[in-house]
């Protein structure tokens, strides 16, 4: 454990504005979102704008297509918040919805893995696909407010974090180490607020 903290403080890190300008409204838009508050979305714009340059010049092509599935979701979900503020609340969905969205996901997967291995030169295809693919459903979840989008996330943080960390984006990969955090707290904030709502 001593050999791997060692060997982790000797890496140079990867610093750049563009990507330091990304990580803070990434990081603010997961904060408000979590308050559930409609800000979220103009922050998560600025973000996946320049994500999108990121990820592409980093050859992580399931992500720009995840980045600019994101800019368009977050035009929706500021849209749909904002109007259905009084009446779109934290829910829930059924065991049976979640199986059928992890074998959908893996299906998904595994197709694009195959794609962009055989037909680019996109680096990481398999795992890129899985974040990518989950990704697209935990964020329609986050539009919907049902609650276990956190927890999806948190699982494609935590493989986002070495995904990142491989194509030396380090600053992004410590923003995924944030909000796997961040996802946890947002999990137990909507679902104390959906245990009140329910009482």
């Not at 696909?129 to 979840?141: G, H, I, L």
Request: hydrophobic content about 55%.
């Amino acid at each position: 454990m001593l050999d791997l903290l060692q060997s982790f403080l000797l890496i140079e890190f990867n610093w750049s504005i563009l990507e330091t300008v990304a990580v803070i409204f990434s990081l603010l838009y997961v904060f408000l979102a979590a308050q559930q508050n409609n800000l979220c979305w103009p922050a998560a714009l600025i973000s996946v704008s320049i994500y999108i340059y990121i990820c592409f010049d980093a050859k992580l092509y399931a992500e720009t297509a995840l980045q600019i599935f994101y800019f368009i979701m977050a035009i929706y979900g500021f849209y749909s918040w904002r109007k259905n503020n009084s009446e779109l609340q934290i829910s829930t969905w059924s065991i049976g919805k979640h199986l059928y969205i992890i074998l959908l996901g893996t299906i998904l997967t595994f197709f694009l893995g195959f794609l962009f291995t055989n037909f680019t030169d996109a680096e990481m295809p398999l795992i890129d696909s899985f974040t990518t693919v989950f990704s697209v459903f935990a964020t329609y979840m986050v539009v919907k407010k049902i609650l276990s989008n956190w927890l999806y996330f948190i699982v494609i943080d935590i493989i986002s974090i070495y995904m990142y960390f491989s194509r030396d984006l380090h600053l992004t990969s410590l923003l995924f180490l944030l909000y796997t955090f961040i996802a946890l707290a947002g999990f137990i904030k909507w679902n104390r607020l959906s245990i009140k709502l329910n009482d």
